[in-house]
């Protein structure tokens, strides 16, 4: 069936430091793709979205590119604030609208 | 944007009782709920849609007589464990759509935490 796998955390970084956060997928057909957040005490937020392959995604400085050939969506950021401490989950949503999300990944920015 | 609101954020309560969680749309009518639930450090699992209106579509391997799950309108969709054990202690996660935008593009609730002793 398909699956989100995710990269392990948890990941602490410095302020102004690169984040990358690994997400590969397996599914049949052409899912779209996600990544939610969730900050402390709140609920999950679409962060972004990509809907077919090649798609590059991006909200508040976060990118992240459909590519169908790695089954990648991994997120990317070039300098982080603490205000992006939070856990990031990747997820897929085939043909119809049910969401799987991998494990989630926690990010603490340290000052 | 969208908010979602579940009630209570955490409880606690006896093996052998039912608990009962709220799920609603604050500022829109959301005709699909999905009932999630999180274990420490895993995934989300998706265990039941529902639309308002009809009964719900669990997934494989839910236990329907243990989780009810009623949405009797488009604001609010309510999830009932009876007669709850230790290991139905779990965070569960709501989250609502609405005709307007693609199924897929849900709202979440902030979850509520369930522990039975």
């Known amino acids: 069936g398909d699956s989100v796998t995710q990269m392990e955390g948890p990941v602490t970084l410095s302020e102004e430091a690169f984040l990358t956060i690994n997400c590969t997928y397996t599914a049949t057909g052409y899912p779209s793709l996600f990544w939610y957040v969730q900050y402390p005490g709140e609920g999950l937020q679409l962060l972004l979205k990509a809907t077919k392959a090649d798609d590059k995604g991006s909200n508040k400085g976060f990118e992240a590119t459909y590519r169908k050939e790695t089954t990648s969506f991994h997120l990317e950021k070039g300098s982080v604030q603490v205000s992006d401490s939070a856990v990031y989950f990747c997820?897929?949503?085939?043909?119809?609208?049910?969401?799987?999300f991998g494990a989630g990944t926690t990010v603490t920015v340290r000052a | 944007g969208a908010v979602v609101s579940q009630h209570p954020s955490w409880v606690i309560c006896k093996s052998g009782t039912s608990v009962k969680i709220e799920c609603r749309s604050l500022d829109f009518q959301a005709t699909t709920m999905f009932w999630y639930r999180q274990f420490p450090k895993q995934s989300l699992m998706l265990m039941a849609t529902s639309n308002e209106g009809s009964k719900a579509t669990y997934e494989q391997g839910v236990e329907k007589d243990k989780f009810l799950i009623n949405h009797a309108s488009l604001t609010l969709s309510t999830l009932t464990v009876t007669s709850a054990h230790p290991e139905d202690s779990s965070f569960y996660i709501c989250s609502a759509g609405f005709r307007e935008l693609s199924y897929n593009e849900q709202f979440f609730g902030p979850g509520t935490r369930l522990t039975v002793l």
């Open positions: 997820a897929l949503s085939p043909y119809d609208y049910k969401l799987s």
